[in-house]
């Protein structure tokens, strides 16, 4: 099955296919997009919100996001049995925008984003998007890397699942 990733640039909506997980790595696909119109967004937006609305996977595996800004923000999970805990990775001093988990809750993306036209002077790029798959019932262990994308073209307004396979943003 394939998975593919849906774009909104400048009202426009374009599809790529994204990567299949590998092993305990990140893998970096290179992503070529294709149109699709514009109204479907706000179809997609409005389903996916609708099916998560309910949804808790962080509090399911036992785990609690925690979130602290000293002029640079991180996010971790954190177990609260065992008081371990993993960094939610963003290069940005802001730190991540969200946390979008997919409809079936066995995946979540964080994404981050400088939207300046100075964005040179500071990072290596506009947008972020990391992503893990969940495999497992309990704990940190059940997070899994599956890949990591950045792009110096745009930053990223919204992000949403449209289904297990596929995933929407809206960019500028």
């Known amino acids: 099955m394939k998975n593919i990733l849906i774009q909104l640039i400048l009202g426009l909506f374009l599809i790529s296919v994204l990567p299949a997980q590998s092993e305990d ?12 119109p514009n109204e479907e967004y706000y179809v997609y937006q409005f389903a996916y919100f609708a099916k998560i609305r309910n949804q808790h996977p962080f509090k399911d595996l ?14 971790y999970l954190k177990d609260p049995m065992s008081q371990d805990s993993m960094y939610l990775p963003s290069n940005y001093d802001a730190g991540l925008l969200v946390i979008a988990h997919s409809i079936s809750g066995n995946a979540f993306l964080l994404y981050s984003a400088y939207d300046g036209p100075d964005y040179g002077e500071y990072y290596d790029y506009r947008s972020e998007i990391i992503a893990y798959k969940l495999s497992g019932e309990e704990g940190l262990s059940s997070i899994k890397p599956w890949f990591s994308w950045t792009t110096g073209d745009w930053s990223i307004e919204e992000l949403i699942w449209i289904d297990a396979d596929q995933i929407g943003m809206k960019i500028y």
């Open 25 to 36: 790595k990140f893998e970096h696909p290179e992503w070529e997009f294709q149109e699709i």
């Open 62 to 75: 036992g785990l609690v996001q925690v979130h602290s800004c000293d002029e640079i923000c991180e996010s």
